[in-house]
């Protein structure tokens, strides 16, 4: 069982930055793959980014390529989403999820479907 704590999120003009945290309780942390989903009104939850076990490995939805960086820091037990470049277009509460993959260092889980576990979410709005 892993409990997952978000914060980060915020108020940012245009074109500004934030960067979400998600703080994991537990001792192994390392074993999780990573995710930051995001769910704007009157829509799906969608993936944001995601990142294996391992850190080695990353993907970023097509819609935050180059403007969003998922990594992680094992020793702290956080997965971390920094935001450049926001647009109007990507207020939305944003979660943070996470799977226990115990042997597999390289898999990047994207799908809601393959998480087990979610935080309580983080606000993001982007005023244009």
């Known amino acids: 069982q892993v409990q997952l704590v978000e914060s980060g999120g915020g108020l940012v003009q245009a074109g500004g930055s934030l960067r979400l945290s998600c703080v994991a309780s537990g001792r192994t942390f390392s074993s999780y793959a990573m995710g930051w989903f995001r769910q704007a009104p009157g829509k799906e939850r969608e993936v944001v980014a995601a990142?294996?076990?391992?850190?080695?490995?990353?993907y970023d939805a097509d819609s935050v390529k180059g403007r969003f960086t998922i990594s992680r820091d094992n020793a702290k037990n956080t997965v971390y989403l920094q935001m450049n470049s926001l647009k109007a277009e990507d207020t939305a509460v944003y979660y943070c999820?996470?799977?226990?993959?115990?042997?597999?260092?390289?898999?990047?889980?994207?799908?809601?479907?393959?998480?087990?576990?979610w935080g309580q979410g983080t606000q993001v709005t982007v005023s244009s």
């Open positions: 999820a996470a799977v226990d993959l115990g042997w597999d260092y390289y898999s990047v889980p994207t799908k809601e479907r393959e998480y087990d576990y």
């Open positions: 990142i294996s076990r391992s850190g080695g490995r990353t």
